[in-house]
């Protein structure tokens, strides 16, 4: 099958499988946002709404929407609520 | 839909409707600037006007007009008083 | 063979080998994560199940499914139960 | 429009207008480079006229000409005089 | 001769004549790993086995298979007592 | 008039100009070269001549020949001598 | 001349001229490998025989044979007592 090396979960899928979802995402720089994902592509650039930003572990305010860019990422995590 | 590999917001649809609009934008190095984004690229290099430049936390002045490089780019938020 | 510079192994059959499997991942900044390889791509980008998450030795908690971003992968191995 | 995503402004054309004015370059490492732009390319390489070098907050000289590597480009400012 | 740039030896040659043999692997972050190489691929990605890891000098325990990302590599050295 | 998006100079027009002149060249890390260009490619790999090492202001020594990789380049300045 | 952007001398040519000589070459992270070029490739990854290793000026040890990932590399000088 064409661009999936094996039968296993395709990763991206689980960014598709998130949209509308809450996800933690963890970016470079000791920083993380947990958030609604709203959308993403193939490089990884993420869409999150109502975005609380926590920097060294400290919550450090709220953005209804955030661009974050791909390269910066760390991890991706849905939500520990979620259901898949 | 090629290009999209969802139904979800495409990331950089978050650039386009923000066009003429305040946008926050953090960069790498602690530094941000908050200005209008005038244009931007499919390589995140961003156009902004009126951009205030902020260095860990303090305002360090006002460039009219800024041309910030994609690659440094860790996220861009609309601003606040945003609607959509 | 095209692709394969060498009769030996190739360095993502190791991954295709772990599928369903418990992984160490080791990535920059000092963390690692070990938990169930569940997919991967070309890239490494990397989906684990039961994610615990090591920061410097400790552990900081467990993820239900995490997204590891292969730019930050140093390295990946199949845990040492593991029969192939 | 190929290769413009938006009826917004085209970040390089900031370049193309900044032909021969004053433009404040700022890279890695804590430096700048104000001086007049006499060229660049599709890789934000560019080429500057009378640089004058701010390491730190201090000038540090200036140079005839220099080119400075795309790559370490953080941001490009026309200077606040210009007019477009 | 397309892809060799001269009569000299080529760099992943070095990697296809120590298969199953000893090698050290020196990565970023001053860690080494000293073991068997059992694969390789055109991006330095390494597979080791009985990978002994080697951080600021000291020996922190063996990993009975190994995906290191090419990425990360410094150099690969065949053991001392190797003969080609 | 394709490869060139402005009446510009082109930037590696810089370094056709240098060849055989003195150029000096920052390279990341605190480190300079000043020597005579004898050669550059596209990826602003230089090769220099009679190339004095210079690290955090001061004088390491002399190189009959140097090749230095582009990436590292910060950036290159024709010496002040230079007439064009 | 395709693949050469001028009359000078190509980087490359640097390398290939000092197969089977003794080169300096400099690494990032306060490293250089002095020994004889047995190969190289266009990314600059290099095959050095009797490399000598030098960490913060201190010679650490000889290695046979050693593959230095192009990557890394800062830059790469014949040996003085070079002749061409």
Redesign the interface.
């Given at each position: 099958m064409p661009g999936?090396?094996?039968?296993?979960?395709?990763?991206?899928?689980?960014?598709?499988r998130s949209?509308e979802k809450n996800v933690l995402v963890d970016?470079?720089?000791k920083?993380g946002?947990s958030g609604i994902?709203?959308?993403?592509?193939?490089y990884?650039?993420?869409?999150l709404k109502s975005a609380n930003e926590i920097i060294n572990g400290e919550s450090k305010g709220v953005?209804?929407?955030?661009?974050?860019?791909?390269?910066?990422?760390?991890?991706?995590?849905?939500s520990?609520g979620?259901k898949?």
């Open positions: 999936n090396p094996s039968s296993a979960a395709r990763p991206l899928d689980v960014l598709r949209i970016v470079k720089g920083r946002y994902l709203e959308g993403y592509d193939v990884m650039n993420l869409v953005y209804d929407r955030i661009l974050v860019r791909g390269d910066n990422v760390i991890f991706v995590s849905p520990k979620e898949q």
